[in-house]
């Protein structure tokens, strides 16, 4: 088994000295929004500072009690997206007159809360492995609860992906990103062999046995029932693409990835077929910049006008606070890469992709580095859904791709997003942790070396 | 398994890399093109509280930004705004830009290139983009004079221009309106004023009627015809046209009549000059029927017919002569060589063709834009005269022109006469469907030896004696004005 050796180092030191200065990002964005609107520091300005650097202090302080080895990057690139979001979010409340800023502040509470409480209780990542079925179990029942009349919040943006308890708003969908992951890792370590070893082979391409397929069909009705049911293109492809690299890591077999293509493929054409509101995406899509589509009800108007926005920052933005960001619709959650691109500029917007970037190349090095298969796919799971909710959401603001309303991770407003991604990053934060420690003396029970097969 | 999790890193490397490409697509390369985009009025939120420049006439803004004391920081103000409203169109927030305002819109907002390293350096000082003055090439008086020449009531459009470097001197278009009540700043009045506008008869928001507008030319669409038969080869000066009191086309039940208010059917033949100048109709068709329809479209092309391209800076409507694409049968044919049936033109097109006629056969670019200048006024751009195309030879212009002086001294355009001036002059008469009421032009510059004016002059829609009373003898005022005599 060869692995990645990285002197065991805790590096916490490194990692609250980035903090400060991600904080300082953070500060500094929500001071340069008050100036440039007008607005004097009160105390309103002050508290949120503290409260931030409060928060990222507890994750911090927990890191260094329960995961003295993890990665020293991935939380300061985390605090200082949530930290920019913040001010974002705040900025378009000052034009708008929403209060989705207060939201978000509660919610990021929340998160960090929550992932701390990962990060506290949860001592090993490999206990999760236990959980496999459970998380299996859990996943169908919170992709379901949208349809479930009662709690349903119904048709939100076109997509039924929405609970309703009392007054607060809730997007299963998100946690059930975690879970899956968790019961494909879960179930793909402790089936490897057998998919890998058996099946017909056709030339160079290995198939796999029926049988060995159930995941893919798994993932293939949850995907395609995500579509039909709750009509949200995003987390579809979300879910198909997190399984897909899954099974291939677990499997180094190219031929799982081609078959994974060919129903992508299949399911997405007879779901432009198929589905009205799949044909609208893509044609308004193709056609977003005639103005007919422009103005149509449902047409490309929001993109288009993002694009607008994103033009009109250019190179250098026109400054926090100095654009108008507010005249493109869901400037703070689905579009709110379009209101950065407008007021930071190319230069700012690449930054932000940057830290995304250096986020998920931290995820992926934690799979690379620690030593247990369940770990390995787990990290390289979340990190790779992580990348792909990053292209889908900015390629469609882009209009590289069509527009879904993906949530962007930590900069949206959006609690449930919020709280998800908050507890990947907790588990992230964990496998790194594994990876980074000195090797352990003697492996655990939970964690037989399996033979490893060499890439094929 | 390390080597599958790499292979899954390069492939969300490279989904990143795309999303790099395509935010700069959008933030770099593209983003001109979206900047500019028609649905885009974001350049317009951005300018249009903004501190524009003024556009001059004879040193006085006919529109400029004032400062106010609302969240808007400057509101559009225009000047003698019936008088300029066809030139100036209007820098709207909720009815669009037209006109000079949207032809000049980088200019007036100072966003052009050249202003890029004023705004750099403003970005240090502090001081706000303030957009460059853009002054126009047109005389106020004469401008006023035109005005006042169409009663109010009657629609009409006058054109003076300059045939050798194609300046416009004066251009203006009745109904009027006032621009000031689509640059006001509260939604619900400039949708009123809108509403009430666009179904005003005669009113055209887009731009004065002088450009904007096509009409049915009538005779003085004969120069073109003229211009053709003698670039044939198949005519000269001498050829003698056969002139029936009526064109009968064998076969059909129709019959093209002689021009009933000349001298027209004193003799059944002929000459350029007595067909000129009592506009008889017969022997001009006869020359298109002769020629064919694709010499009378080339003649005509090379006036600037069927020409959609040009802009003055503002867009002009093309007028139009029908290409062989669209073969038209010899009665039609015979009918649009005088100028009706299928021909239309935009009085500006008239001038044109005038002015190339003056200038030797070199049609010029007309412009309305003298200067354009810095807030600090420096000249970014001034006039440059720019041919445009040769109409015709320099031979064949002198000899249109002779005759044209002719039809004023002894023909029908009598009125349009200035003492001790030869003044070049045709007029056209083009009957409105069956309504008995006439497009009224003339159409003629002067001094005829020294072409200094061309003067364009466009009544739709009145009965023959209105007409008449109304363009010759007025643009012998306006050469009068002009040419100070």
Known sequence: ?456 | MNQAIRNSWIVAVALFILLFGSISYVQFFDADSLNANPSNNRQLLKTFCSDRGPILVGGHPIAESVATDSDCKYQRKYNDPLLYAGLTGFFSKYAGQYGLESAMRDELAGTTNEAVFDRISQAFTGTRPQGQSVELTIDPAIQKMAYDMIPDGIAGSIVVMNPKTGAVVAMVSKPSYDTNLMASHDQKSVDTAYAKLVNEPGINLFGSAAYKQTYAPGSVFKLVDTAAALASGKYNKDSVLPNPAALKFPGIDYTLPNYLYGQCDTQDKASFTFALENSCNTPFASIALDLGQDAITAQANKFGFNDKSLSFPDSVTGSRFPGSTATLDKPALARSAIGQQDVSATPLEIAMMTAAIANGGKQMKPNLVQTVRTPDLRTVESLKPQMLRQSTTPEIAQQITDWMVSVVENGIAGAAAVPGVEVAGKTGTAEVGNTGLNNAWFTGFAPANDPQYVVTIMMPNVDVATGAALTSPNASKLFKAVLKK
């Not at chain 1, 179930?187 to 890998?196: G, H, K, V």
């Not at chain 1, 796919?377 to 889908?392: E, I, N, P, R, S």
């Not at chain 1, 907790?426 to 003697?442: C, E, F, G, Y």
Request: charged share 15%.
């Open chain 1, 1 to 456: 088994m060869s692995q990645l050796m990285t002197v065991a180092k805790p590096r916490r030191n490194i990692e609250l000295l980035l903090l400060v200065l991600a904080l300082g990002m953070g500060v500094m964005a929500n001071a340069l929004v008050n100036l440039n609107l007008g607005r004097t520091f009160d105390k309103d300005f002050y508290t949120q500072a503290a409260v931030l650097a409060g928060l990222s202090l507890a994750v911090h302080i927990t890191l260094r009690f329960r995961a003295k080895y993890a990665d020293p990057v991935m939380l300061p690139v985390v605090v200082a997206l949530n930290g920019l979001g913040l001010a974002v979010i705040h900025r378009l409340d000052i034009v708008t007159g929403d209060t989705a800023g207060q939201r978000q502040w509660l919610w990021t509470g929340l998160a960090v809360a929550a992932a701390v409480a990962v990060l506290w209780l949860l001592k090993d990542h490999r206990i999760l492995r236990r959980f496999t079925y459970i998380s299996l179990v859990l996943s169908v029942l919170l992709l379901l609860l949208p349809l479930v009349p009662g709690i349903s919040a119904g048709d939100v943006n076109g997509a039924t992906v929405w609970i309703k308890l009392g007054p607060f708003t809730f997007q299963p969908g998100e946690i059930a990103k975690i879970t899956l992951a968790v019961f494909f890792a879960g179930y793909l370590s402790s089936n490897r062999d057998l998919i890998l070893l058996a099946g017909k082979k056709i030339g160079r391409l290995q198939l796999p046995r029926s049988r060995d397929l159930g995941p893919m069909v798994v993932a293939w009705i949850a995907s395609v029932g995500v579509l039909v049911f709750q009509h949200d293109l995003g987390t579809s492809v979300l879910f198909f693409g997190l399984f897909m690299v899954m099974i291939y890591v677990a499997t180094s077999r190219i031929s799982w990835v081609l078959i994974g293509l060919v129903l992508m493929a299949v399911g997405g054409y007879a779901a432009y077929k198929i589905f009205p509101h799949v044909t609208r995406r893509i044609d308004t899509w193709i056609h977003a910049l005639d103005p007919q589509v422009i103005g149509a009800t449902g047409g490309s108007g929001q993109v288009v006008e993002g694009l607008f926005g994103m033009a009109n920052g250019g190179l250098l933005g026109t400054g926090l606070g100095e654009g108008s960001p507010d005249s493109v619709p869901l400037a703070n959650s689905d579009m709110i890469i379009a209101s950065i691109g407008e007021e930071l500029g190319l230069v700012g917007l690449f930054a932000v992709v940057c830290l995304y970037a250096l986020f998920i190349a931290r995820g992926f090095r934690a799979a690379l580095g620690t030593r247990d298969s369940f770990g390995k796919l787990l990290a390289v799971g979340l990190a790779f859904a992580f990348a792909l909710q990053c292209f889908v959401i900015i390629g469609g603001v882009t209009r590289l791709i069509p527009l879904t309303g993906l949530t962007t991770p930590f900069l949206a407003a959006g609690g449930s997003s919020l709280l998800a991604n908050w507890i990947i990053v907790a588990l992230l934060l964990k496998i790194s942790d594994a990876a980074r420690r000195p090797a352990a003396p003697a492996a655990k029970p939970d964690d037989q070396p399996r033979k490893e097969v060499p890439a094929s």
